[in-house]
């Protein structure tokens, strides 16, 4: 059936809120690729076996992640009528044990992490409360959803249908407001007045740059050109960032309605999604969106009845990191090398295939359907100064509550880190936060105050970039952590240009150096200068933030540098070449559990003796640390 | 050609008065061509050619089909692909020597993708890198003799809050302790051995 009124999306509507809310319980399980790795599949083949078994009637369902990866896997229990619970760190084990309880007609107390009694319906401004008029008194205290701090500052517009809905279900979609903002657009707005809203939202690319997306769907709207072309960067290649993934395996077709409502803005009839391949759940689930708006009409000829028509294509991106930058992108769809190419002229005069070319990221696509549909005034109604509306951060490293969160511009790191990443993990010192991957810094504790936007994180030295923020501890040595990026960047230099190619080498052999111990005096002023010859003098994007790391660690932590090469110290203990592992005689049993896990067959000793480390043979992997129960193992 | 001062940076190929092919060593030419006449899959890729030809910009879905079907880019299969789109051999080379998800040489039946993703990197991944190659006997971007497992490195496969995380084919492990590596691999080569 083809969808093209208002009142046939209605239809629709009902239909998927009656899948969303069936009349019994319907239990869901967090099936993202964090979740399945946590082992979320085999608690959804547990709970399908048992359900079958005990002969219940209720709806087992698919979802997508609700952020709280560290829980997972999430499974939650909704009682029609009443409430949504929410078990954490399930396994096969404790799904069973839900299943019987269900059974029991009681509810299971253990791994309840919380309770949600509304949903919010955010792009049509409703909330939908699961009981009225009061939601039931539950027999243990369990917080409410908004009360964890984890949740409680976080306003959901990239991830509004995470883990709310199936994924792989339109009609699921829709029942959540979604294509509304579509049929606005295509059947009440001009082009223009697309564009004008989406620059009245002060919407910035959240890919990294932050560069004013209205403005640049203007240039390709005005740009000369029969055929222009959209596509959505979802090469989400920083490491240590999965926003990208975790709005396409949860919420598809808010990346499909918002690149509809872009195509009819400039006036496109084709796009493309350039998707890494290392997401082959991403990619699966956006082939079965694709195919379900094109069942219904969303995508393809005349939609809604409008002489506007869009189709929509995935490339699968093949692991270079520098695809990521859009005219290599571009290159890379064309079918060619992903080289990039200086620029003007920018994609928006001549992108792909030399026509006009809109590229946007996944989280910029995901914001456009609610900006329409509720206007750009309440969006500019979160986040501060020149940074308006919400972005997705992925918050990893050594903290508390790690997973996917969403928040308005300006909040501050300490706010990010304490309050919903809760603190450091294992009770240790915070020592940095990284963020924009690769092209980004290292910011230290006397800057957690700083409010996260564009112009605030790059004031420091790093950049907002695409939204990883890696948390690190005393146990990080920065020089190591420097190296780390600079091996990364130095792997995905295309080539194409000599400062990046040979500049981000040369700065790897003197941090190879440093760390080894072989660091001498006046390297720290070599690694400087070098490091600003590459900004100044990359062709690309890559190039030119390939120093960021090195900077910012110099600037922030440059003892660390010095200790590596005055004293011949790794301060924090990693650089293999500057440490040595011992027995503390003192604390040792004998209890032989090192010497049987040691690799390398690098500790003797007897049962109930003091053990020894021989060094000659030793490869620092830090096993015997790891093993040893009694804190018998030093590394000076 | 001295593959330690090779950047891949492609110039040689743009200059190339006669438009010369990108060599492989000797021996890894030897056993591409071998392991390809095992297979006889001509048909497959004559498959995979035609699913893309008329889309603008086929060569890397082409290709990415081609490396999944194999696990590999055999030599022919890609002189296949030359003839059939009539394309330089050499443009194609230049293309599967780029991305990383290619590989010129046979992989093994399983492929190992340890994240180095600065998430896991941080939580101990190359610990874990370390523990694999030692179990294997291998280097990361080797393959073992018997040609069940090939070593890789991802940078980055999304599972950031459940670091370390490695990926076996499609199964994705996540929180591994070095303790388990063995543990993961013995189940593998157990099931392979059946």
């Known amino acids: 059936m083809k969808i093209s009124s208002l009142t046939q999306l209605m239809a629709v509507k009902e239909k998927g809120l009656a899948q969303t809310y069936p009349n019994k319980i319907k239990l869901m399980v967090g099936l993202a690729t964090c979740g399945i790795s946590a082992g979320a599949d085999e608690v959804y083949r547990c709970l399908s076996q048992k359900l079958a078994e005990a002969g219940l009637d209720v709806v087992l369902a698919k979802t997508g992640c609700i952020g709280f990866c560290q829980k997972e896997p999430l499974v939650d229990v909704v009682y029609p009528g009443k409430v949504r619970l929410t078990y954490q760190s399930m396994t096969p084990e404790k799904a069973a044990e839900l299943v019987s309880s269900l059974k029991d007609r009681r509810i299971m107390d253990d791994n309840l992490l919380c309770r949600i009694d509304q949903d919010e319906f955010l792009v049509e401004g409703v909330v939908r409360p699961y009981a009225n008029p009061h939601p039931p008194a539950l027999p243990a205290q369990v917080p409410r959803y908004n009360e964890l701090p984890f949740f409680n500052k976080q306003v959901k517009i990239s991830l509004r249908n995470c883990g709310f809905i199936n994924p792989e279900s339109i009609e699921e979609y829709i029942g959540r407001g979604g294509y509304r903002a579509l049929h606005k657009a295509v059947t009440m707005l001009t082009p223009e007045e697309v564009i004008e809203q989406i620059k009245a939202s ?3 690319g959240r890919g990294g740059a932050g560069f004013p997306t209205g403005l640049k769907w203007e240039f390709a709207r005005k740009a000369e050109g029969d055929i222009k072309y959209l596509i959505c960067n979802a090469d989400e290649g920083d490491p240590g960032a999965f ?7 949860g919420d598809p077709h808010a990346v499909l309605e918002g690149m509809a409502i872009g195509a009819y803005a400039i006036g496109a009839s084709v796009g493309y999604i350039y998707c890494r391949a290392e997401y082959p759940l991403a990619i699966e689930r956006l082939k079965i969106a694709i195919s379900q708006a094109e069942a219904y009409g969303l995508l393809g000829e005349n939609i809604f009845g409008a002489p506007f028509s869009f189709k929509l294509k995935i490339r699968e991106g093949a692991g270079a990191f520098v695809c990521g930058e859009e005219t290599s992108l571009i290159a890379s769809i064309e079918g060619k090398v992903g080289e990039p190419r200086p620029r003007p002229p920018f994609p928006a005069q001549s992108g792909l295939w030399g026509k006009p070319t809109v590229i946007n990221n996944v989280k910029t696509w995901s914001h456009i359907a609610p900006i329409i549909a509720r206007g750009p005034e309440w969006y500019a109604n979160y986040g501060q100064g020149e940074s308006k509306g919400t972005t997705v951060f992925s918050l990893v490293g050594k903290i508390n509550n790690s997973g ?7 909040i501050s790191l300490r706010e990010m880190i304490y309050d919903v990443g809760g603190g450091i993990a294992k009770g240790r010192e915070f020592k940095a936060v990284q963020t924009g991957g690769p092209s980004g810094g290292c910011i230290p504790a006397q800057y957690l105050d700083t409010p996260v936007d564009y112009e605030s994180l790059a004031a420091l030295g790093s950049i907002m970039g695409s939204g990883g923020m890696i948390v690190m501890d005393e146990a990080d040595c920065m020089v190591n952590v420097a190296k780390y990026f600079l091996e990364f960047t130095m792997d995905e230099s295309c080539g194409k240009c000599t400062p990046c190619r040979e500049g981000t080498m040369r700065l790897m052999q003197m941090l190879d150096a440093i760390t080894a111990g072989r660091g001498q005096e006046g390297d720290l002023e070599k690694l400087e200068k070098m490091s600003r010859l590459i900004k100044k ?12 790391p090195v900077l910012t660690t110099l600037k922030y932590f440059r003892d660390e540098y010095v200790a590596h090469i005055r004293d011949k110290k790794c301060p924090a203990k990693v650089c293999k070449e500057l440490i040595t592992f011992s027995v503390v005689a003192d604390n040792c049993t004998g209890c032989q559990l090192c010497r049987l896990r040691c ?3 690098a500790i003797a000793g007897a ?3 003091v053990h020894r480390i021989i060094q000659d043979k030793c490869i620092k992997c830090g096993t015997c640390y790891d093993a040893c129960k009694f804190d018998a193992i030093a590394v000076e | 050609m001295d593959p330690d001062k090779c950047t891949g940076c492609g110039t040689c190929l743009e200059v190339c008065p006669i438009r010369y092919e990108v060599q492989l060593p000797p021996e890894e030419e030897a056993k591409a061509r071998a392991a390809y006449a095992e297979a006889t899959e001509e048909e497959a890729v004559a498959d995979i050619i035609a699913r893309h030809r008329d889309e603008p910009g086929n060569l890397l879905p082409i290709l990415l089909d081609i490396n999944r079907h194999f696990n590999w880019l055999p030599r022919p299969a890609l002189e296949h692909v030359a003839g059939d789109l009539g394309m330089p051999l050499t443009e194609i080379l230049r293309v599967a020597s780029f991305y990383n998800a290619f590989s010129l040489v046979p992989r093994g039946k399983h492929i190992i993708n340890v994240c180095l993703g600065t998430g896991c990197f941080v939580k101990g991944s190359p610990r874990l890198l370390e523990g694999l190659e030692r179990k294997l006997g291998i280097a990361h971007g080797q ?17 950031c809050a459940l670091a370390p995380a490695l990926r076996i084919d499609d199964a994705t492990f996540g929180r591994v302790t070095p303790g388990q590596v063995g543990k993961i691999i013995d189940s593998y080569t157990k099931a392979a051995g059946q």
Do not use: H, Q, Y
């Open chain 1, 537 to 548: 003098t990359s062709l690309c994007g890559l190039g030119a933030t390939a120093p960021n």
């Open chain 2, 143 to 159: 393959t073992t003799d018997d040609m069940l497992f090939t070593l890789e490195v991802v940078r980055c496969i999304g599972c």
């Open chain 1, 404 to 410: 996917l969160v969403e928040v308005p511009l300006g």
């Open chain 1, 599 to 601: 690799p390398a067959e």
């Open chain 1, 607 to 609: 049962k109930k003796e």
């Open chain 1, 243 to 249: 926003m990208d993934r975790g709005i396409l395996e």
């Open chain 1, 202 to 204: 002060k919407l910035r």
